[in-house]
């Protein structure tokens, strides 16, 4: 009773503030301007697309202004090349087979990215999503040039907050070095059998909770693999046995936050309120959900999700009872599934001992 009473209080305590706001103001910022530009343009359908290149801005969070800039501009690479095979995707009409098979490949190669390069938020996840969520968009809405472009000018400008901020800052000494060639630089924390497993890892949980979506249509195969990603992204390349409690709360964290923010969407949406005020709302949402991601990551999963449901509908309207009931739906199937992968693969990359070893 003890033990449960000590998760209980770990799950909803809020780890102390550590500047936290700042760096959610600078990620709030680089979705912020990019975001009034294209509602002053008429095109509040068009803000995902801006939304998933802001996401560059959450990458290097307590790292120097060099190491952030290099990791925010690979994460750019990831979150671009997602988001063009998305749109290809949608505009040649993606059945729910061809999404389950185009991101189980692309999660190994950008989970082998993600671990070569040391990205910090870990793992895919982003890209992940990106792909899915973008490839289940009405097809025509936008071609992948145009896609390509409102994520990218709202990546680069990321990277040039950051840019700024190291220049108002006086923090010019760890900018010293930095050149276009270090996006491609590994960090090597792990070795290549440990990331391969790591990245066999989110395939085979992508492809399950995929092939379970498959039974219910293409967007609940989208939801269900993105799910799936995330406990992982709570286990490190090595697959280490006490990486599994982690797991499972990252797992529970997401099916509590999620179902919140559920509640909140619903409430949002019951209005029919116009996209103007809706985009308005996701770009506010940002914030909080920045800051507290690494404080609670279940508190701002209570953002997150509106944030994410709310630019779909701005594209993609839809029914809110059945997008509430069937995101919660897809949110259980992908974690069970993303935490029963990692339990069973928990030994993958690790280095066999001899016979005459202990345990």
């Given at each position: 009773?003890?033990?449960?009473?000590?998760?209980?209080?770990?799950?909803?305590?809020?780890?102390?503030?550590?500047?936290?706001?700042?760096?959610?103001?600078?990620?709030?910022?680089?979705?912020?301007?990019?975001?009034?530009?294209?509602?002053?343009a008429g095109r509040p359908?068009?803000?995902?697309?801006?939304?998933?290149?802001?996401?560059?801005?959450?990458?290097?969070?307590?790292?120097?202004?060099?190491?952030?800039?290099?990791?925010?501009?690979?994460?750019?690479?990831?979150?671009?090349?997602?988001?063009?095979?998305?749109?290809?995707?949608?505009?040649?009409?993606?059945?729910?087979?061809?999404?389950?098979?185009?991101?189980?490949?692309?999660?190994?190669?950008?989970?082998?990215?993600?671990?070569?390069?040391?990205?910090?938020?870990?793992?895919?996840?982003?890209?992940?999503?990106?792909?899915?969520?973008?490839?289940?968009?009405?097809?025509?809405?936008?071609?992948?040039?145009?896609?390509?472009?409102?994520?990218?000018?709202?990546?680069?400008?990321?990277?040039?907050?950051?840019?700024?901020?190291?220049?108002?800052?006086?923090?010019?000494?760890?900018?010293?070095?930095?050149?276009?060639?270090?996006?491609?630089?590994?960090?090597?924390?792990?070795?290549?059998?440990?990331?391969?497993?790591?990245?066999?890892?989110?395939?085979?949980?992508?492809?399950?909770?995929?092939?379970?979506?498959?039974?219910?249509?293409?967007?609940?195969?989208?939801?269900?693999?993105?799910?799936?990603?995330?406990?992982?992204?709570?286990?490190?390349?090595?697959?280490?046995?006490?990486?599994?409690?982690?797991?499972?709360?990252?797992?529970?964290?997401?099916?509590?936050?999620?179902?919140?923010?559920?509640l909140i969407t619903g409430?949002?949406?019951?209005?029919?309120?116009?996209?103007?005020?809706?985009?308005?709302?996701?770009?506010?949402?940002?914030?909080?959900?920045?800051?507290?991601?690494?404080?609670?990551?279940?508190?701002?999963?209570?953002?997150?999700?509106?944030?994410?449901?709310?630019?779909?509908?701005?594209?993609?309207?839809?029914?809110?009872?059945?997008?509430?009931?069937?995101?919660?739906?897809?949110?259980?199937?992908?974690?069970?599934?993303?935490?029963?992968?990692?339990?069973?693969?928990?030994?993958?990359?690790?280095?066999?001992?001899?016979?005459?070893e202990t345990a």
């Amino acid at each position: 009773m003890t033990s449960v009473l000590v998760q209980l209080r770990q799950l909803l305590s809020i780890a102390p503030s550590d500047n936290d706001h700042i760096h959610a103001a600078r990620v709030a910022i680089g979705l912020v301007v990019p975001g009034v530009v294209i509602l002053a343009a008429g095109r509040p359908d068009l803000l995902i697309y801006a939304v998933f290149g802001s996401f560059v801005g959450m990458y290097g969070r307590a790292e120097s202004p060099a190491r952030r800039i290099r990791h925010q501009t690979q994460a750019a690479l990831i979150l671009g090349a997602a988001a063009c095979i998305g749109v290809e995707l949608s505009n040649h009409g993606v059945t729910v087979p061809t999404l389950v098979i185009t991101e189980t490949l692309f999660a190994v190669v950008a989970s082998m990215a993600a671990d070569s390069w040391g990205l910090r938020p870990e793992g895919p996840f982003f890209g992940i999503f990106a792909l899915g969520a973008i490839a289940t968009l009405p097809s025509g809405r936008i071609s992948p040039w145009g896609a390509a472009a409102i994520g990218g000018a709202t990546a680069l400008f990321c990277i040039v907050v950051s840019i700024v901020i190291a220049i108002r800052t006086r923090d010019l000494r760890s900018l010293r070095g930095l050149r276009v060639t270090s996006a491609f630089r590994g960090v090597r924390q792990h070795t290549p059998t440990a990331t391969m497993a790591h990245a066999l890892r989110y395939a085979l949980a992508i492809s399950i909770a995929g092939s379970c979506g498959l039974l219910l249509g293409v967007d609940h195969a989208n939801w269900a693999m993105a799910a799936a990603a995330v406990p992982l992204a709570a286990a490190d390349a090595r697959g280490q046995d006490s990486s599994i409690r982690g797991v499972v709360e990252r797992g529970t964290h997401r099916v509590l936050g999620t179902f919140v923010g559920l509640l909140i969407t619903g409430a949002l949406l019951a209005p029919k309120s116009g996209p103007v005020f809706l985009a308005v709302v996701v770009i506010v949402l940002l914030f909080p959900t920045e800051l507290f991601m690494i404080r609670h990551y279940g508190l701002a999963l209570g953002f997150f999700t509106p944030l994410i449901l709310l630019m779909t509908e701005l594209t993609a309207p839809t029914d809110p009872l059945t997008l509430v009931r069937d995101r919660a739906v897809d949110t259980l199937i992908g974690v069970v599934v993303g935490i029963g992968v990692a339990v069973v693969s928990r030994r993958w990359g690790r280095p066999r001992t001899s016979g005459h070893e202990t345990a």
